[in-house]
């Protein structure tokens, strides 16, 4: 008898950080180390390979966001440098920190559910 798994988003799984097909197991055994296998339904994760693709859209959105603040505050309010520090330091630290394992975990639940693979070329 086949088991039945359900239609689970790749956001909500990754942002949950759970297994792509049953939605229960944990998908990740450290911060961003992936777990080998679905403690839950045992599907062998050897497929996860994000490679640097989270890195790159988290450090998009975090320079946009983080920059433009930083900017924002400067032609607004024009504080001294120690300001800046204060606040562009714990910002580009802090936001690319919490993002990149739900980043990861939704590229990565993505590329289950898409069957997404390495290319090579058919002989």
Known sequence: ??????????????????????????????????????PSCGLDFSFADAGDGAAWFVMLFACVVGVGSI???????????????????????????????PVKGMLLAQQWKTNAHEGRIAK
């Not at 798994?5 to 790749?10: A, G, Q, T, V």
């Not at 950080?17 to 679905?38: D, H, I, N």
């Not at 309010?77 to 910002?91: C, D, E």
């Open 71 to 101: 900017l924002g505050i400067e032609v607004a309010y024009r504080p001294a440098w120690w300001v800046h520090v204060l606040i562009a330091i714990p910002t580009l630290i802090i936001i690319p920190t919490l993002m990149l394992r």
């Open 1 to 38: 008898m086949d088991n039945y798994y359900p239609d689970i988003s790749p956001v909500k799984a990754g942002l949950a950080g759970t297994c792509p097909r049953c939605g229960r197991g944990k998908f990740f055994a450290g911060y961003l180390k992936v777990a080998k296998s679905c």
